[in-house]
């Protein structure tokens, strides 16, 4: 599976941007798509997670109520739409697929198995 990530860039605190991820591989292959960040000095973590059927969601408590997590099912890509961003929302995001990702897994990074370039978030005044 060939993953693309793409609309990170710098924004204001409190502004908005949109993250997504274009998946090559046919529906069959994904079972969740999430999307983790990392910043310098820091591990890799969980920010949110859909199934691929059913669509339920998954969220890092740091940002429920501000980012939202969504299907494009024709195009194969997942969506990140981030708002009220704060200063410590600044990292690498990166979009992951599992194929076979069991729920005790879906917020930690070895329960992907494919994952996309980081696309760089900044939140800064």
């Known amino acids: 599976v060939q993953l693309q990530a793409y609309g990170g860039g710098l924004v204001q605190p409190g502004g908005s941007l949109r993250l997504s991820c274009a998946a090559s591989?046919?529906?069959?292959?994904?079972?969740?798509l999430g999307w983790f960040r990392q910043s310098p000095g820091k591990e890799r973590e969980f920010v949110a997670a859909i199934r691929w059927n059913g669509g339920s969601t998954y969220y890092e408590d740091s940002v429920k109520g501000r980012f939202t997590i969504s299907l494009d099912k024709a195009k194969n890509t997942v969506a990140l739409q981030m708002n009220s961003l704060k200063p410590e929302d600044t990292a690498a995001y990166y979009c992951?697929?599992?194929?076979?990702?069991?729920?005790?897994?879906?917020?930690?990074?070895?329960?992907?198995?494919?994952w996309g370039q980081g696309t760089q978030v900044t939140v800064s005044s």
């Open positions: 992951a697929v599992g194929s076979r990702t069991i729920l005790s897994m879906i917020r930690n990074s070895a329960g992907y198995n494919y």
């Open positions: 591989e046919r529906t069959f292959s994904l079972n969740a």
